[in-house]
């Protein structure tokens, strides 16, 4: 494991984007595991400025998402199909059939998650997965339990997963209940792991997540026994390390 040390947000989307195209310009037809939230978006706008600037070419990448919520359509400004296009998808020349995210509008969890791991799989797996953390240490939608999850799955969302995502919606009584997430087992898989981390409201969980015991109830804590992880984090999120 690797972490680096940045001073801020704008440092550590600048760094992030970096390690990401030097993935597609070393293979041009790689797969990338993707993340939302707030804390990706800096560097998906370095990525579009980059490929502004010539210096990068999406014609050939293929794309997986971490998650989606189960129940919101495409359309709808929450679901994270709509984050992708908005941030990043409909900014570059990535085409839209190499892009997947789950189907947040299938009812059947079982058809959905048995899918969307079986699709990962005939890609060849994930060249490098970017992942957020959670303020309770989840990655991807995988939230505390007493057990890490193999596969893609539909997950209840915690209340403080609930809590933290709010704010983008008119009420807390919109925020989606449940997600569709890969699972611990299938983040691992990845060859590579980038994650990111920033402010000081995630460095309790950081530390936990470097330094702390291997334990489903801080799930991002896996991430200590892969073979190849990158950590960018500021410094105001590795104020507890």
């Known amino acids: ?39 990706p978006i800096g560097a998906y706008d370095a990525l579009v400025e980059k490929y502004e600037n010539g210096d990068l070419d999406f014609s050939e990448v293929k794309t997986v998402n971490l998650d989606e919520y189960k ?21 570059v020349n990535i085409k839209l059939e190499n892009t997947n995210v789950p189907d947040g509008t299938e009812a059947d969890g079982a058809k959905e998650c048995a899918r969307y791991e079986a699709l990962i799989a005939s890609m060849g797996g994930v060249d490098i997965q970017l992942l957020g953390l959670g303020r309770n240490g989840h990655i991807g939608f995988n939230e505390p339990a007493d057990h890490f999850e193999k596969m893609t799955h539909c997950v209840d969302l915690a209340e403080s997963t609930i809590e933290a ?20 087992g299938t983040i691992m898989k990845a060859k590579k792991i980038l994650l990111i981390v920033n402010g000081e409201d995630k460095a309790d969980a950081l530390a936990k ?33």
């Open 71 to 91: 129940g919101l359509t495409r359309e709808n400004d929450q679901s994270y199909y709509y984050f992708m296009h908005e941030h990043l998808f409909d900014r």
């Open 165 to 184: 995502n709010k704010r983008f919606f008119a009420s807390a009584d919109d925020v989606p209940r449940q997600a569709y997430t890969m699972g611990i």
């Open 1 to 39: 494991m690797r972490i680096y040390e940045v001073k801020d947000y704008q440092e550590m989307s600048r760094k992030a984007a970096n390690i990401l195209a030097a993935q597609v310009i070393l293979k041009p037809d790689c797969v990338l595991g993707l993340a939302t939230g707030s804390t």
């Open 209 to 241: 997540v470097l330094r702390g015991p291997v334990t489903p109830k801080v799930q991002g804590s896996i991430l200590q026994l892969h073979q190849d992880v990158v950590v960018v984090a500021d410094q105001a999120a590795l104020s507890k390390m």
